[in-house]
């Protein structure tokens, strides 16, 4: 009876994450006529600037992701639940693709914008060096053989990365300091529709997210039980 | 002998002097570093005040790498960690005498790195000197503090060096830019920013990892 | 010797179990160790007898249940396959730092006694690194009896040592149960060593299959495999 329960649980679980992921599909295809009829294009960049719907939301979003590692991490070393680690390294997995879509596009726009692929803006320096501490995350898992001892090892590397996060921005804007400033600081405002379009991406990728999220969380269960069973 | 992070971190140095190879390999690492990049510039032009700061730098963090591997790996090898463990001592005293131990290994090197980046890459302008040696001091307690905690996964399974960097230096980044912007103000190139406020981020950058050093080392060395 | 009720317990597990990720290892052990006896642990192969004293001397925390116990941690010692000794360092030097680990005032004098009781006594100032298994094993005897523990954990100390080295560790194994040491003892040699103990305690099937006297042990049929 009980376990008929979970079963009903992890599949309303399940639906859950489908109806998530199918929402936000839905919402991405709905924020394309934003992105490209309701907003504006830019006087001086163009066409080119409707990547910004794309580069924002996946910024954000991998951030948040990796803020859920460090609370996952934090749960993790507090309870020491397999499920944590699980989540944790989900997380990290979607933190890091949506941060490399965030960093691809980031590249494209300093490339017409300023004329160069690369600049040290802070933000955008922030997110590479994050990019490459999850990066180093993910590999950490790979290679320790000794389950209890990655899972600890990784919650730790999970908890000190996002520990760095305000230090590394800190730091980046200091550094550019140094060098002469490629260019002004971006305009604050933004034209309410253009204002519009961003929120609409940034609510669909979320959705999206949260469903790819409980895909992955589910799927690393699963592997994680199978696994259990040959190690009985 | 009554403190006893300080007796292992004695008893480190001695075993880690005796060998040589645990402070030759990282300082030997380290000079070839310095040389190498020597090539980069045409022979007869000067290396940039900020080049040689971040070149002695990356030979450091190489350096901390190879270091703290050797460290760990000395409870290694007949499972004197988990005697270790079992003493009647709080487990944060072990990352304690490990971050000693690393800092006076890591200033060994850095004695052999200072000339050699005069040396080879030409730099004779130095500012001031407390100043120069006080900044290394501070950055060399961020770099043992970090090393020492993440240092600590190494032992005992495959893992190799190039994992612990892969892990360790991007998390390093906030201490390197420091070091090697005041790096380069010491050594002449003046207009490096200012040196007070990259001297707040270093005591953060330190504050920081020291206290989660002190509340995660646990997690890392005294389980599984 | 009689174990009974009015003796001093040094180690209690109170309904002890324990997990590796979701696998059981053992349920629901419950034992006391009294002071001055010594409670041998069998069990076959991957039974779990390591885990449990580990679980024992506080190195693992047990999943459920509690160990209980009043001995400090300066007073207890661990002897097992791994000697914790540091190759580099000389026998007395492995001492030395030891007895700072422990916060011990001890004499170089007084160590060198130690030795000398194990039968190291030419090798004090010899490099560890050079000494055989059973060299080893018998330093790492000296660390345990520079301790003067009063709870002792011994997981298959004997192994590798010849048959010298046994006798002189089983006997030091016994004259610290006369000085009141309460020793927990993991052994292979069942047959060997079931004359020295004062309570069995035998794993298996991932629980306490046995526990009582050594003399009711071997009336049982055929289990001490």
Not at chain 2, 113 to 141: E, K, N, R, Y
Request: proline share 4%; hydrophobic share 50%; with cysteine.
């Amino acid at each position: 009876m009980k376990n008929m329960q979970v079963n009903a649980n992890k599949n309303s679980n399940l639906s859950l994450a489908g109806a998530l992921v199918l929402a936000g599909g839905a919402a991405l295809a709905l924020s394309q006529y934003f992105i490209w009829i309701h907003a504006p294009v830019e006087v001086t960049m163009g066409l080119v600037q409707k990547i910004f719907y794309l580069h924002l939301p996946a910024a954000w979003w991998g951030m948040i992701c990796f803020f859920i590692v460090f609370c996952a991490s934090i749960g993790f070393l507090l309870r020491r639940s397999p499920a944590m680690d699980q989540l944790a390294a989900s997380a990290a997995e979607i933190g890091l693709l949506y941060s490399t879509m965030a960093l691809a596009t980031g590249s494209l726009w300093a490339r017409v914008s300023w004329n160069t692929w690369w600049t040290w803006d802070p933000r955008l320096s922030t997110a590479l060096i994050m990019w490459f501490i999850y990066a180093g995350y993910l590999v950490l898992r790979q290679s320790i053989d000794n389950r209890r001892k990655m899972r600890m090892v990784a919650a730790v590397l999970g908890i000190m990365a996002f520990l760095n996060v305000p230090l590394v921005f800190l730091s980046a804007r200091m550094w550019r300091s140094i060098h002469p400033a490629v260019f002004a600081s971006e305009g604050g405002g933004l034209e309410p529709e253009m204002l519009t379009t961003v929120i609409v991406c940034v609510v669909s990728l979320g959705l999206l997210t949260a469903g790819l999220l409980m895909f992955r969380f589910r799927q690393k269960n699963i592997q994680e039980r199978v696994l259990d069973l040959y190690r009985h | 002998m009554k403190c006893r992070p300080l007796a292992l971190a004695a008893k480190d140095l001695r075993l880690v002097f005796a060998d040589g190879a645990g402070i030759i390999q990282p300082v030997l690492l380290g000079l070839i570093l310095v040389f190498v990049f020597s090539l980069s510039t045409p022979v007869g032009e000067e290396v940039p005040a900020q080049a040689a700061a971040a070149i002695f730098w990356l030979a450091t963090s190489f350096a901390v790498i190879l270091v703290f591997n050797t460290l760990y790996s000395l409870e290694g090898a007949n499972q004197a960690r988990i005697g270790l463990l079992l003493s009647p001592m709080p487990v944060q005293y072990i990352w304690m005498g490990k971050a000693l131990s690393g800092l006076v290994l890591l200033l060994t090197a850095q004695i052999f790195f200072l000339p050699a980046i005069i040396v080879f890459l030409g730099q004779d302008l130095m500012v001031s000197w407390p100043g120069a040696l006080g900044t290394i001091l501070l950055i060399d307690w961020g770099l043992v503090a970090v090393g020492s905690l993440l240092g600590a996964m190494s032992q005992g399974h495959s893992a190799r060096d190039s994992l612990l960097s892969v892990v360790v230096f991007p998390l390093l980044v906030p201490l390197l830019l420091a070091g090697i912007s005041m790096g380069s103000f010491f050594l002449g190139e003046g207009t490096g920013g200012e040196p007070g406020s990259w001297l707040g981020l270093v005591l953060a950058f330190n504050a920081l990892f020291t206290g989660a050093a002190l509340v995660l080392f646990p997690f890392i060395y005294g389980e599984y | 010797m009689q174990i009974g009720d009015n003796q001093e317990v040094l180690l209690e597990l109170d309904r002890v179990s324990h997990f590796f990720d979701q696998r059981l290892v053992f349920r629901d052990v419950s034992l006391k160790l009294y002071r001055g006896s010594v409670l041998l642990l069998a069990g076959p192969n991957g039974a779990g007898k390591t885990t449990l004293v580990n679980i024992m001397s506080g190195l693992i925390k047990p999943v459920h249940g509690r160990v209980i116990t009043g001995v400090p941690r300066e007073k207890t010692a661990f002897l097992g396959h791994y000697t914790f000794i540091y190759p580099g360092l000389s026998a007395l030097g492995n001492l030395r730092f030891w007895a700072g680990m422990y916060s011990l005032e001890i004499s170089d004098h007084e160590l060198a006694k130690i030795l000398t009781t194990v039968g190291l006594k030419g090798f004090v100032h010899e490099s560890a690194g050079t000494f055989s298994r059973g060299m080893a094993q018998r330093l790492s005897l000296a660390r345990v009896l520079m301790l003067r523990p009063e709870l002792m954990f011994l997981d298959e100390p004997a192994t590798g040592m010849d048959y010298g080295s046994r006798r002189m560790l089983r006997d030091q194994i016994l004259e610290a149960r006369q000085n009141g040491a309460g020793i927990v003892w993991v052994s292979h040699s069942l047959e060997e060593d079931l004359d020295q103990a004062d309570m069995v305690m035998y794993l298996e099937n991932k629980k306490m299959a046995f526990l009582g006297r050594p003399a009711d042990f071997r009336m049982l049929p055929a289990e001490a495999g």
